[in-house]
Structure formats: C-alpha cells, structure tokens
C-alpha cells in the first residue's frame, strides 16, 4: 500500500475549523451594522491566512477555508440560492461566550431545526456561490485546496414536500432537476477557476440510520427505504459532467454542533444503496464511538471507491492513541481492502461559528495524530 496523490488523501480532514473569537465579533459587529463588510472580509482573509499556513505547517496534502466566512456549514450555501427562503437564528450560532459554549454542550432542549422553504424556482446567483472563496484560498497556498459544500440532499430532507412551492413544481421531478441544475453549474465554475476537490456534506443519510429520524421521514410522507436511492440519483445528478480530474466525496454526519450529537445508529440502512449507487471518489464516515455502529456495512463499498475512517473525534479534547486507530482501521480491512480506507476526523472542528468544545491545540495535535497513523500504516 502507498499514500494517495489523489483525493481523498491518505490523512485528510472533513474542513471546518475553530473560528479566532477575534473573528466571531468582527461578525457580530457586521450583522448588528457597526461595521461594513470590506472591514469584515479583511478580517476573514487574514484569518484564513493563518488557517491555511497552520493547515501547511501542520502537513495536511489538501486544505481549506475552515468555512471561516460562514456561521453554518449548509445554511450560508443555502441561503444564497435563488428563490430559498431560510431564515436562521444568526446570533446562536456565532456567540462567543464560552459560558453559553458550556450552556449549550449540554442543554437537552435542542434548536429548531434549519428548514429551507423553496418559493420559487431556484437558481444558481451569478457567479456562482463559492468560486470567489476558492480563488481566494487557493492564491494563498500550492496545496489542493478543497471546497465544502452542503449536499444538496440538505434542500430537501428535513422539510420534505410541505416545504417546497407547489405551483413553482407541482411535481418533485422538476424540484430536484432545478437543485441538481444549480450545483452542476457550481461545480463548473469551480473547475473553471481550478478546483479539483469538492466534498458534500449530508446529514440526511445519517439520520437514515436512526430510528427516529426515519419515522419522522414517514411522518412526511417519504420512504426511508427508498431515499438512499432517491438521494443517490439526486447527487449523481448533481454532480454529471463534472471536470473529469475533479474528485467529489460525500461527508456523513450525525450531528456534531458544539460538541452535541443528534442521531445514533450503524450504516447498515443505507450502506448497500449508498455505497453502490452513489457515483463519487468517496466516503468520510463517522466513527468515533458506538453510536455509528460497526465496519460491517463497508462490506458493500465496491472497487474503485474510497472510506475515509472519521476515527478521531472533534467533539473531545482527549487525544487517541495511534494502537487504538491501528486496530479499527485493521478491523475495517476485514470488511473493504484497506488499499481502500483513509483516516480523518469524525467531523469538522465547528460545523457552526461557535465551534466544538475543544481548543486550536487539541485540533492541531488531532490532526498531527491522524498525519503520523497514516504515515505509518499506509507510507
């Protein structure tokens, strides 16, 4: 086995970082008007500066923004599509008091959820969503520089058919040709600017895996058995045609927002229909404790795809041990050869501006730990 020069890499990370508060308040200060936002996005940039240089120093192959221009991993994406209403509480995801941090972690009384109401026909804005951001990151750095992107899964699941205008598309067929439309022409100009890795990041087929989160599926009105293929053809849809050197990975997540978790359940639900007819480079998957279940379900990942083992968390500050990642990344080699497998984080360091309940030190040695394991099992 030998390290990969492709995405994803050997040791890779899922994207987001801790957010400076320095930043966070610059943010504050820009929604409540005292300051423009010229001021905020120099701000943005010099703090991205220093994301990226830890990022090089620390000797991760691809790096990103750690989404520091964004109070939310899907929300600021989705929000900017033309014709989505979704309106968000913005001064519960970028508060900075750690006080609120700790309040927070461990209130079981959890948010209203994000629920994007589509009431028209959507769009891609002119000049696309990320590409400016890209162009940006990418003039600091000659690593690859990858982009993160709310899968677009995220526009439909939590609020179903109830959330999507019905004279705008009277039948889903036409709502998610327009959402797949729209990616693929952001994904084009993404290659046009030089982007060669772009990763979807998807709760939905997650939350397939629980329980509870596939009643409430039922509850309006979708199959749960019948998603992972719904969603998989959605995806393929979105991301046709794409820059033949540009590798798509899809990110699953069963919530990771300051530190709390908001499904359980193993892959086995989904796995076979996912991993087969999904048409992407990838997979990081969450496996940082039992609530994601056993490697078993890796038993259908087929030739030609990767599993990015999400075995370190972001959501603890306690550091794991290189033994303990051997072990589980030998285990999952029982299921999927291990030619096939690659190390990451369970999940970006702060999915949401506030951040997990972990420090800049715990993420650079989180990150040193996943570098070092995979030098060693993989070269």
């Known amino acids: 086995m030998a390290a990969r020069n492709k995405p994803p890499y050997r040791a890779d990370h899922v994207g987001s970082l801790l957010r400076p508060d320095a930043l966070l308040i610059s943010r504050n200060k820009y929604h409540d008007g005292e300051i423009g936002l010229d ?106 520089v990858k982009v993160t992107l709310p899968s677009p899964t995220m526009t439909h699941f939590r609020g179903g058919r109830d959330a999507i205008d019905k004279d705008a598309y009277p039948d889903l067929d036409g709502f998610f040709a327009d959402l797949a439309k729209l990616y693929r022409e952001e994904l084009a100009l993404l290659a046009e600017a030089g982007c060669r890795y772009v990763q979807f990041d998807d709760t939905n087929l997650a939350y397939l895996c629980d329980e509870k989160m596939r009643q409430g599926a039922i509850d309006r009105g979708e199959d749960p058995d019948e998603l992972p293929a719904t969603y998989a053809a959605l995806i393929n849809e979105s991301i046709r045609g794409r820059h033949p050197d540009m590798a798509v990975c899809v990110h699953l997540c069963r919530g990771n927002a300051k530190s709390q978790w908001f499904a359980s359940g193993g892959y086995e639900p989904v796995a076979e229909k996912m991993f087969n007819l999904t048409d992407v480079d990838g997979f990081f998957l969450e496996y940082d404790d039992e609530r994601s279940g056993g490697f078993e379900p890796l038993r259908f990942v087929p030739e030609g795809k ?74």
């Open 306 to 379: 990767q599993v990015v083992l999400g075995l370190v968390t972001t959501k603890r500050s306690e550091l794991e041990s290189k033994d303990e990642l051997k072990a589980r990344i030998e285990e999952a080699s029982e299921y999927v050869d291990a030619d096939q497998l690659c190390l990451s984080p369970q999940c970006g360091f702060s999915s949401n501006a506030i951040g997990n309940l972990v420090t800049v030190n715990d993420e650079i040695a989180k990150f040193r730990l996943i570098i070092e394991t995979a030098e060693e099992v993989w070269g």
């Open 39 to 144: 001021l905020l996005r120099e701000h943005e940039d010099a703090c991205i500066r220093e994301a990226v240089k830890m990022q090089e120093d620390v000797g991760l192959t691809a790096v990103t923004d750690g989404e520091f221009r964004r109070a939310s991993f899907h929300v600021d994406f989705i929000q900017k599509v033309v014709n989505i209403d979704a309106p968000w509480d913005f001064e519960r995801a970028v508060s900075v008091s750690d006080e609120n941090k700790e309040h927070e972690a461990k209130n079981e009384a959890k948010a209203t959820p994000f629920v994007p109401r589509v009431v028209g026909r959507m769009a891609l804005p002119e000049g696309g969503i990320e590409v400016e951001n890209y162009k940006f990151t990418s003039s600091l750095t000659d690593h690859p």
